[in-house]
């Protein structure tokens, strides 16, 4: 915020008002200070940027929550943490999605930038929280019922297990990718949170490491689940079928991203699903145009 006259006129504005001349902010990062208080591990000294950029792009204002995070980025100078949750919308970031280092649940703003404009892992870290520290009390039991709640919640660890077995494939770590999975598959059982998309992730990590039995039941736990679901939808009538939707959309997506696995790494099961896979592709199309023939006529 400035008293500068030239920042508190708008044309088409009679009245004073605040703006931000730039689509971007720079805010001035001191490497060595930001190494000597541990900010960001020596390791990765090499990713820090001399500025980071806040990108304001396609904002015509800006919240008081979103100036208060400018404001303590400007004013933090890496001395304390900024974290944002995982659950956290997207277009709450400030265009700061690749400076994030990812910490576990959290994402934490960091001065860094990563060539894919995705959070960075910090594999270290997460992994030790992920297999030593959290605590994962009684989800396995399947006599417990979990809500749509703690079932959104459940799903979202198993999201960033995969996420972090893939890092650690990609890092050259085998041992402690399989290791994840075998936690994430023994905390989280398909027996109690239903398999779903990111049991495919971890399963192509498996496939990659030539683990190809473990995969081969794991992807299959998906796959079949998916057309459960897919046979039971089909059956709803035009009305049941629009209000049902967005879960269609996201089994027959699953399964078109199961074939694609399948194609790349087991030619055999890829054939065995694919009648099943052109059968829902084609009952899909046809129950969308009932249930759109079924709203015009309301």
């Known amino acids: 915020k400035t008293d500068d006259p030239r920042y508190k006129r708008i044309p088409g504005y009679d009245q004073e008002l605040d703006f931000v001349p730039s689509e971007k902010v720079f805010i001035p990062v001191d490497k060595d200070k930001v190494l000597a208080t541990g900010y960001v591990d020596s390791t990765m000294a090499q990713k820090i940027v001399p500025q980071l950029s806040v990108n304001l792009a396609g904002k015509s204002y800006l919240g008081k929550h979103e100036l208060m995070i400018l404001e303590m980025l400007h004013t933090n100078n890496w001395e304390r943490p900024i974290y944002y949750a995982v659950t956290v919308e997207g277009s709450q970031f400030l265009g700061l999605k690749g400076s994030f280092l990812q910490e576990g649940l959290a994402y934490k703003v960091s001065p860094i930038k990563s060539a894919s404009g995705e959070p960075t892992i910090n594999t270290k870290k997460m992994y030790d929280l992920m297999m ?41 770590q085998l041992e402690k990718a399989e290791a994840v999975i075998d936690k994430a598959m023994e905390e989280l059982p398909t027996r109690t949170v239903p398999a779903n998309y990111s049991v495919v992730d971890m399963a192509k990590v498996l496939y990659a490491m030539g683990k190809t039995q473990k995969a081969h039941e794991m992807i299959m736990q998906v796959a079949n689940n998916s057309l459960q679901y897919l046979e039971w939808a089909y059956g709803f009538s035009p009305k049941q079928y629009r209000a049902a939707n967005v879960m269609v959309n996201t089994h027959l997506f699953t399964l078109q991203e199961i074939m694609g696995v399948l194609n790349q790494y087991d030619k055999d099961l890829f054939e065995s699903y694919m009648p099943d896979f052109q059968k829902h592709g084609q009952l899909f199309q046809q129950n969308m145009s009932m249930a759109a023939r079924a709203g015009r006529n309301r």
Do not use: I, P, Q
């Open 132 to 172: 030593n520290t959290f605590r994962w009390a009684n989800v396995k039991d399947s006599s417990l019922y979990l809500d749509e709640n703690n079932l959104r919640m459940c799903n979202t660890h198993r999201h960033m297990m995969a996420g972090l077995a893939m890092a650690l494939f990609n890092e050259g």
